[in-house]
Structure formats: structure tokens, C-alpha cells
């Protein structure tokens, strides 16, 4: 199980917006000072990150796991065009990713096994082109002594 | 007579029916979000979708239009048709991402301007030390380039988005001033996302949109 939060920023660009030097759109397109609290920091960074991996296992060589992988929103664009990153910019969604597998061990080294990932079939294809949707495996290991 | 009698009801119904269903369903045009409008609210002048050389094809080297200005006038806040850079009844010339102004090579008035960085509505005064820049020939009063004028161009994702707290201080063909904000670069008034397709990014591209206020009077006040 792990978490990460991470928080980045530019050091000019927080300088420029402390002095007042940046601003944003409203809805209507008319301009105003970018706050503070807007800004977001560097793109493509997410700010929260986490995984939780469940292993059940019974004596007689049963397993079974599930994994959760999840990422919240990354900013990806200077939307309104002000040179940074914030509030009002273009972003992707953050996502769950959730995989499971079962499988039994044999004390011969035989392992049979199978699984699903992307249980949920989580797609994006403008922001996460590698995310390829639900699949689904099954396989055997042996190993030779 | 019952083949009469129903035609008639028929006929009653229908009239009745019409006269019901358009009694209160006046249909009014709703805005063409796309089409060039001029709107004005107070002192300000709103113009959205003016073509400034718009996409006519895309071509070996990239997308290209006619290579015409469009002349506009902010004290009739009309385009100037068939205006060029020999006459006085123009004050500002888009085409492309480059703003003319009526003055030096670009014209024969007493035109000027300068980008100043503050919000639109905040500036109410010239401020007395301002040097009012002037166009000659591959330099521009309204600086071109991206992040140096009024716009910040995102070259991996081919997007122009007009900088947001920026002012072009403008003097007119007259001598007059007016200050103009720059909305956005494409139709309909919005800036498109990075992920709408190429042909957007193209041909919608070179509609400006954007807000200004003239001062008829030509005091340096708004």
C-alpha cells in the first residue's frame, strides 16, 4: 500500500504572480489578476498518487490478489494562455486502475493462474493513449528442477 | 353528408389547432455564435468572429489564406471595405496573428500604440510618460511574436490564446485613443482545446474576438 503527494511549482512563475504580473480569463473571456491559490505548479504532475495491493492466500496453494492503482487530475495545456498552469487550464480526469488475478500453486512448482486488468475498462484515449481498456490473461509457470 | 360533416370537423380542428399551436410559439433566430456581430454595452464595443485572412486550404507547407488584411474602424466600429495601406479610414488592420495599426509603413494616419499589462477594465487613464510605438515595416507598434504582442502561441499543440491581462493602447488614424482587449483567435469566441482535431485548429483559426472602448472626445481617459 503507498501513497504520494506531491505539490511542484516554478519559482519565477510564483514570483511573477505575487507581483501581480499574471493574469486569467472569466468565463465571458475578459481578464483579471491570476490568485495564488489558483496556480497548480509544473503539468503533468499529479498531485495525489496510490496503490493498494489484497493477497489472500489458503494453505492448499490458493491465491488470489486485487490491485488498485490511483492517480487524480494532471494539468496538461496553458489554456488561457498566461504562460502558466492553473486553475482554468486544460486537464486530464484522475482515474482508478483495478486488477485482479487468482491462481493455485502446486507443491511440484506448477503454478496455474489468471486475471483481469482494468476490471473497469477505464479509457482515455486523448490523455492516456498506453491505457489499452480491460484485459483479460491466463497462463501457466513451471518450474524446472 | 356525414362525408361532408367529417371534412368539415376535419377542417375546423386543423384551424383550431393552428391557431392554438401559433398563438405563443413565436419562433425568434437564435445568435449565430460563429457569425461576425458588433455588440454595444455601454462604452465598450464587443466584435466577435472578424476574419482576419482566414484558412482558405492547407497547403504543402502548412495552412494559408488570401494574404488579405481586414481594415477595421473603431470609431464607426465597422470593417473599412476595400480599405488599404493608402488610405485614412482605418484604424487597426488584422490578418493573421499581426495587428497593424494606421501609421508609419502601415498607413498614412497619425496612428500609434503600445501593449500595456494590466486588466482591460482597471485601465482608465494613458499614463502621461506612454511613448506610443509605430509600425515600420517588420517591426510592429503591436510587437509581433509569440508571448512578446498579445498572444502566446503553443507550438506542440498549435494553439494561439491571446495573453489574458493584456491592453493594446491604441491611437487612432485621427489622433484619437481607444483601448482594445484581444478575446480570442478563433471562431465562435472560444480558444479550442488541445485535443479538438487539426482541421479546427485550422480553419477556425484567425476570427478575432475581442472588446474596446473609444475615446470620441480625444482626451487620454476611458
Known sequence: MGYQY??????????????GNVYTRNADGTSRLLQKAEYIGLANRSKHM???????????GLY???RLNYRSSWYVADSDGNGVYNTHDEHANGFVLANCSMGKKWKNGVTVFGGMDNIINYRDANYLPNVQGRMIYTGINFNIQ | MKKMNLKMATLAVATAVFFIACKDDVILPTANPNAYNVSVNG??????????????????????GAGKFTYFNVATNQIVVNADTSNNNWDLAFGGTTIKVNCGTSGPGNGGAFVYTGTFDAFTQVPTDSTFRTDNAASYAITKGSGKGWYNYDGPNNIVSAIPGR????????????????????????????????????????????????????????
Open chain 1, 50 to 60: 496510490g496503490n493498494v495491493k489484497i493477497t489472500y492466500e489458503k494453505l492448499n
Open chain 1, 6 to 19: 506531491l505539490q511542484t511549482a516554478d519559482k519565477d512563475d510564483l514570483t511573477n504572480i505575487r507581483n
Open chain 2, 43 to 64: 462604452n465598450v464595443v464587443t466584435v466577435k468572429n472578424l476574419p482576419a485572412d482566414t484558412i482558405v486550404a492547407i497547403g504543402a507547407t502548412g495552412p494559408y
Open chain 2, 167 to 222: 491592453v493594446l493602447v491604441i491611437r487612432t488614424a485621427t489622433g484619437k485613443y481607444a483601448k482594445v482587449e484581444i478575446l480570442h483567435y478563433y471562431k465562435g469566441n472560444v480558444t479550442p482545446s488541445t485535443t479538438a482535431s487539426d482541421s479546427i485548429k485550422a480553419f477556425d483559426s484567425r476570427y478575432y474576438s475581442f472588446r474596446y472602448t473609444y475615446q470620441a472626445n480625444g482626451s487620454t481617459t476611458f
Open chain 1, 64 to 66: 488470489a490478489t486485487m
